[in-house]
């Protein structure tokens, strides 16, 4: 289902927005592409456990109270409903993981105890959050894996509301079951609701045709490398070839997955929120998928955009919006009386995940159901505008990073400026910031396929007057520009959030200068 409704300006500059709009903000800036990728060279970093930080972290506001949980890390059974009980990896048994919710300034005191087999390591990225940096969970860079048999605390001043998550930043077991909600509530926040759900949505393999790590290795031998068997790729078990999809440019996903889930349920079985009609609810939706966009709608319902990546924005009413790898989106809605479908169509893939609004009488509709709004106006990152309590203030641009988004699927070689990230050097080839700046960072795909872009430990923003984000779709040739203040020190991962693309090597180290 890939006719789009042009009213919906489709590419109205999801990789466009690097350009026209950006141009004032960027023409006051110096630029010194030549600092990107220039490695080391002599220049001392910012430990990720050294005073920098320590000095960072004391300037964070507190409220004292501490909130406490273990995580246990497990091999699990999971029941996804409609008779689909897979074998994977999961916290304390379930996916997604139970969700962590706190008030802003609590401090998290979350103790990972690692039961995974084979002895193998794992660790917990808190996705969004702007923690400190040894606390972010980056093994090697930031901490020391987590060890089969041993336990790891982390321990760290959450200062920012949103709507975030966490997982692993281990391999490829973000494609696994080890995720869960992370929710930071603020005491002032003034948007008018009555209730909240949360709605995790994932593209699911593990246990059912495969593991993610069976996936990543077919993926690795490339196009170029496999038995391409015709042009059905006879050969390929997870590869997927034909996914197509104007609002991302054209190819849509690398991998075939057997179901897509909503709240850990299968369509033919999906979870159901009820509530009463006339209740406004908030909708705090996250792709914790591993290959997979969705463009979510609910039937019989307009949507009003009012967070993206925890960052409030100008309310935008719209019909869908499009969720990358890593995204959040905060909405409102109005509920009207009867069932309606919650739709979290995969993009491009011709399959779709599904859960229920019930407020009344009514059958629920298909698994398979598509409802017209996902063909209405359609909105994507671009078309949003900053808060004006959040929008970045007017600066000098200190430093401009040109990120070149290299590789592709003959070789399945993707990278950073031409070069795979290397986990045994995390601190070779670093993108060098200093404490205080304003930096532009330039995405330039110049591969086919688009890249939600990823940023730890800040939050940037697209353009002069665009969304606050720490999580972007960069669509196939086309250039998008983002702006952040250097207020956080450390060493900070910038990557694909389509977890084979990050582990094949599209990473890179934005460093601060010691």
């Keep these: 289902m890939n006719s789009i409704n042009r009213r919906s300006v489709l590419l109205a500059g999801l990789g466009v927005a690097g350009t026209g709009a950006l141009a004032a903000c960027s023409s006051s800036g110096s630029s010194s592409d030549s600092d990107s990728g220039s490695g080391s060279g002599g220049n001392a970093l910012v430990s990720p456990s050294g005073a920098a930080v320590a000095a960072a972290e004391k300037k964070r506001t507190g409220t004292g109270r501490q909130q406490q949980l273990t995580l246990t890390a497990a091999p699990a059974v999971i029941d996804l409903g409609g008779g689909v009980t897979p074998r994977t990896w999961a916290f304390d048994g379930r996916t997604p993981g139970k969700e962590v919710r706190l008030s802003v300034g609590d401090t998290l005191v979350a103790e990972v105890s690692n039961q995974l087999p084979d002895r193998t390591a794992t660790s917990i990225h808190w996705h969004g959050i702007a923690l400190r940096d040894d606390m972010d969970g980056v093994p090697p860079t930031t901490q020391t894996a987590v060890r089969a048999g041993s336990t790891f605390t982390y321990r760290f001043i959450a200062d920012a509301p949103g709507t975030y998550f966490f997982h692993p930043h281990v391999g490829v077991q973000l494609d696994r079951g080890l995720y869960a909600p992370l929710i930071v509530e603020d ?81 033919t079985d999906p979870d159901v929120y009820t509530g009463k009609p006339g209740t406004k609810v908030r909708l705090r939706i996250v792709n914790a998928g591993g290959d997979t966009a969705y463009r979510v709608a609910l039937g019989g319902h307009r949507l009003t955009v009012t967070h993206t990546d925890g960052f409030p924005v100008r309310h935008r009413e719209v019909d869908a919006l499009l969720v990358g790898m890593g995204e959040r989106y905060d909405v409102l809605v109005t509920l009207g009386d009867g069932v309606f479908p919650l739709v979290a169509l995969a993009e491009g893939k011709d399959a779709n995940g599904l859960a ?69 050097d995390t601190e070779a080839n670093p993108i060098l910031i200093e404490e205080g700046q304003r930096v532009r960072l330039d995405f330039v795909n110049d591969t086919d396929m688009w890249h939600p872009m990823h940023l730890h430990g800040h939050t940037y923003q697209l353009g002069a007057s665009g969304p606050r984000k720490d999580t972007s779709i960069v669509l196939p040739r086309k250039k998008l520009s983002v702006f952040f203040d250097a207020d956080n020190p450390g060493q900070w991962m910038l990557h694909c959030h389509n977890a084979y693309h990050g582990e094949a090597g599209m990473m890179a180290n934005v460093a601060y200068r010691a």
């Design 187 to 267: 005491p002032k926040e003034t948007l008018d609701h009555d209730d909240e759900w949360v709605v995790l949505l994932d593209d699911w393999v593990d246990g059912v045709t495969g593991t993610p790590d069976e996936v990543f290795a077919e993926l690795k031998q490339g196009m170029g490398g496999m038995d391409m068997g015709g042009m059905d790729m006879g050969g390929a078990k997870f590869m997927l070839m034909g996914a197509e999809s104007d609002l991302l440019g054209g190819d849509a996903g690398d991998v075939k997955y057997p179901y897509h889930l909503v709240n850990g349920r299968v369509a």
């Design 356 to 424: 229920l609004v019930r407020t009344g009488s009514g059958s629920a509709p298909k698994a398979t159901v598509r409802p017209k709004e996902l063909d209405g106006v359609i909105t994507t990152a671009s078309q949003l505008r900053a808060a004006d309590d959040v929008r970045l203030e007017s600066a000098k641009t200190d430093v401009t990073h040109r990120i070149e988004l290299t590789g592709g699927m003959d070789k399945y070689n993707w990278a950073i400026n031409g070069t795979p990230f290397d986990m045994n």
